[in-house]
């Protein structure tokens, strides 16, 4: 098993920026990916960016793109997502996921919410 554990999220106004913190703890050595999601109520779950939890590549939706850097410290025991120039749209609770190899992700945070108002 894999725990999961967000936290970071908070109320800010447009432009500025934000930082979560998803602490990855139990079965670590047999995660392939870490990834950041985001779902506002009524509205479908939205894939914000992944970090291949081995090589360290990383993938973001265009949406997010230049203004977001996800990263992961060396001890593998926390993944970051650094927002920057936050917009009202980005308004959602953040979930931080995990996967192991050739399986969806199925492990999953509790979520924390990100409001930005304008």
């Known amino acids: 098993q894999v725990q999961l554990i967000e936290s970071g999220g908070g109320l800010v106004q447009a432009g500025n920026s934000l930082r979560l913190s998803c602490a990855v703890s139990g079965r670590t050595f047999s995660i392939a990916t870490v990834a950041w999601f985001r779902q506002v109520p009524g509205k479908d779950r939205e894939f914000v960016a992944n970090i291949d939890w081995n090589a360290w590549s990383t993938t973001y939706a265009n949406s997010v793109k230049g203004r977001f850097t996800i990263s992961r410290d060396n001890a593998k025991t926390t993944v970051n997502l650094q927002m920057n120039s936050l917009k009202p749209e980005d308004t959602a609770i953040y979930y931080c996921?995990?996967?192991?190899?050739?399986?969806?992700?199925?492990?999953w945070g509790q979520g924390t919410q990100v409001t930005v108002s304008s």
């Open positions: 996921a995990a996967r192991v190899p050739r399986n969806e992700y199925q492990y």
